[in-house]
């Protein structure tokens, strides 16, 4: 199976900072990327998939990046909405495997 | 507006059964690949099985096969996952999820999430 890890597993920031999130794929997934928004007890929503597209109603802070093994999701200027668990996830033939989150944090 | 809900977790003992099932609304049920995904407590998300429009094709995680059956009927828009032989390990949220297709064809990635329904073995 293709192992996705994402880091920071953690991160603080402020309101209007710009923030990075990496995953990176244990082989090549070419662009077949996607980044979920978790908030507790709640299921996960789509942000970007095929690693740049930004799905509908998403904001455009939201953006991402990368193609082969490196990935990077960015947020411009967080807003207090943003903070919740990120993840990432590859889809290949037969393995779909998610990273294992970033969760972000009001500092 | 797009709506999948699951239905059917519970308590259960281990090596007994459950069949979890997502009722789907808002979009033609019969065209989209479907998929189960499931949630440890404060873990990650795993991916469990996948079926294909009509149901002829199914794919499953190690760790489910041999125990679990995907299934689904497009006249009830309505996709189930029969789960026997159950551990402690698969104590889970279980969410079902629709693949998505943008003009392009498959994106491998999903759009739609059901709220999930949790599953806990224990005796």
């Known amino acids: 199976d293709i192992q996705m890890t994402q880091s920071p597993s953690t991160l603080s920031a402020f309101v209007g900072d710009r923030v990075t999130i990496t995953c990176r794929a244990s082989?090549?997934?070419?662009?077949?990327l996607a980044w979920y928004q978790q908030k507790p007890g709640k299921a996960p929503k789509s942000l970007i998939y095929k690693s740049s597209n930004l799905e509908s109603g998403v904001p455009s802070r939201f953006s991402g990046s990368g193609s082969g093994t490196e990935f990077t999701l960015t947020i411009s200027s967080l807003q207090p909405d943003d903070f919740a668990t990120y993840y990432c996830?590859?889809?290949?033939?037969?393995?779909?495997?998610f990273g294992r989150g970033t969760k972000l944090e009001i500092k | 507006e797009v709506q999948l809900v699951e239905s059917g977790g519970g308590l259960v003992q281990p090596g007994g059964s459950l069949r979890l099932s997502c009722a789907a609304s808002g979009f033609t049920f019969s065209t989209y690949w479907m998929h189960w995904v499931r949630q440890d407590a404060g873990k990650g998300l795993v991916w469990v099985s996948r079926i294909d429009s009509d149901g002829s094709g199914t794919v499953y995680a190690d760790s489910v096969k041999g125990r679990f059956t995907i299934s689904r009927d497009n006249a009830k828009n309505t996709l189930y996952l029969q789960m026997n032989s159950l551990r402690a390990e698969d104590t889970a949220v279980y969410f079902c999820?629709?693949?998505?297709?943008?003009?392009?064809?498959?994106?491998?990635?999903?759009?739609?999430w059901g709220p999930g329904t949790l599953v806990t073995v224990s005796s």
């Open positions: 082989q090549s997934i070419s662009g077949w």
């Open positions: 999820t629709r693949e998505k297709y943008d003009i392009s064809g498959a994106t491998r990635s999903f759009d739609y």
């Open positions: 996830q590859q889809y290949s033939r037969y393995s779909i495997t």
